[in-house]
C-alpha cells in the first residue's frame, strides 16, 4: 500500500531537475550570489553597462557580505522593479535622485522578462529575512528557480554550480543563511 502511496504522491509532485536539488544544498547567501552572477552575465551579453545596474549588481552581492540584513534590504528596494516604476517622492537610501531616475528609465527600456528576473533575484535576499527556515527555504529556492528558467528560456549560459556549493544549506553553516563572505569567496 505505502509504494502504491509513494507512486500516487510522485505524480503530484513536480520533478525537480538536477541544477535545482543542487540549489537546495546551496546556502540563501549561496543562492543570491548564483542569482547575481546570472544577472551579471545577462548584463554582460546584452552590453548593460550603465552605472546604475552596476549599483544594482553590487547591492545584490553585498547580501553575502552584509552582517545587517535588514540594513541591506532597505538598499536593494530602491531596485525593485515596482519600487522604481513609481512616481512618488520616496526617501532614498542608496541611490541620490537623479541615479533613481536614470534607472527608472533604463527599467524602462528593458523586457518586463528581464524586470521579473531582476524581482526574482532581489526576491531571493529578502524571502526568508522575516520568516522562519523550513527544509531548505522554499521562499528562497522558487525565487532562484525562476531566475534559473529565465536564463534558461532566454539561452543565456548558467554560472557552474561548483562554487556555490562551498556555501552548504545546513544547521551548522547559520542555519541555511552561509557565513558572510566576500564576493569573491564565489569567483
Excluded at 546556502?27 to 544577472?39: H, M, N
Excluded at 548584463?43 to 552582517?67: G, R
Amino acid at each position: 500500500m505505502s509504494s502504491l502511496l509513494n507512486r500516487i504522491c510522485s505524480f503530484l509532485r513536480p520533478s525537480q531537475s538536477p541544477l535545482e536539488v543542487q540549489l537546495q544544498m546551496v546556502s540563501i547567501t549561496g543562492r543570491v550570489a548564483y542569482c547575481a552572477s546570472c544577472l551579471e552575465t545577462v548584463f554582460a551579453i546584452k552590453q548593460l553597462h550603465e552605472s546604475e545596474l552596476e549599483a544594482l549588481l553590487a547591492c545584490l552581492w553585498d547580501f553575502t557580505s552584509n552582517p545587517d540584513l535588514s540594513n541591506w534590504e532597505e538598499h536593494i528596494v530602491e531596485f525593485l522593479p515596482e519600487v522604481v516604476a513609481e512616481d512618488s517622492d520616496r526617501e532614498l537610501n542608496l541611490l541620490c535622485q537623479q541615479q533613481a531616475e536614470n534607472l527608472k528609465k533604463i527599467y524602462a527600456s528593458l523586457p518586463a522578462s528581464l524586470l521579473r528576473c531582476i524581482d526574482s533575484a532581489i526576491e531571493v535576499g529578502r524571502g526568508n529575512l522575516y520568516a522562519g527556515i523550513v527544509d531548505h527555504s522554499e521562499y528562497t529556492l522558487a525565487p532562484t528557480m525562476q531566475v534559473v528558467r529565465y536564463m534558461l528560456l532566454e539561452g543565456y549560459p548558467l554560472p557552474s554550480i561548483n562554487n556555490f556549493l562551498r556555501s552548504p544549506f545546513s544547521e551548522q553553516n547559520m542555519h541555511g543563511w552561509g557565513v558572510r563572505v566576500d564576493r569573491t569567496f564565489f569567483q
